[in-house]
Nanobody, 119 residues
Framework: VQLVESGGGLVQAGGSLRLSCAASGIILRINAMGWYRQAPGKQRELVATITRGGYTNYADSVKGRFSISRDNAKNTVYLQMNSLKAEDTAVYYC??????????????WGQGTLVTVSS
C-alpha cells in the first residue's frame, strides 16, 4: 500500500489546515488509521486515531482543536486542524493498519507532510 499525505504548509497561529491521506493499492480493508507528528529534535507522537467504525482518540494537546475523520470508500483519512499553535509545528505522518486479499496484514506509514505554524 502507498499512503500519500497532502495539505501541509505554512499558517499563522490561530489558523486552520486540513490534512488528507489517501491509501492506494490492492487492499482488502483498512482498519485503524491515524496521524502522528514529529517536531524537530523530538520523538514521533500520536496525534489522533480513528477505527474503521469511527471511534476516535486524541492526544490531550490537540483535543478540542483537531478533528480526525475518514472515508472508507476512498481509503482516505483527514485531519482538520483549527486554532493552530506554534507548538503544532511538525512533520505529520499518516498511519494505517492494512489487510490484503492474501490474508496478510501490515502497518504502513506515509512520507510525511510539513506543517509550520508561525507565531
Amino acid at each position: 500500500v502507498q499512503l500519500v499525505e497532502s495539505g501541509g504548509g505554512l499558517v499563522q497561529a490561530g489558523g486552520s489546515l486540513r490534512l488528507s491521506c489517501a491509501a492506494s493499492g490492492i487492499i482488502l480493508r483498512i482498519n485503524a488509521m491515524g496521524w502522528y507528528r514529529q517536531a524537530p529534535g523530538k520523538q514521533r507522537e500520536l496525534v489522533a486515531t480513528i477505527t474503521r467504525g469511527g471511534y476516535t482518540n486524541y492526544a490531550d494537546s490537540v483535543k478540542g482543536r483537531f478533528s480526525i475523520s475518514r472515508d472508507n470508500a476512498k481509503n482516505t483519512v483527514y485531519l482538520q486542524m483549527n486554532s493552530l499553535k506554534a507548538e503544532d509545528t511538525a512533520v505529520y505522518y499518516c498511519n494505517a493498519d492494512v489487510m490484503y486479499y492474501s490474508g496478510t496484514a501490515d502497518n504502513s506509514w506515509g512520507q510525511g507532510t510539513l506543517v509550520t505554524v508561525s507565531s
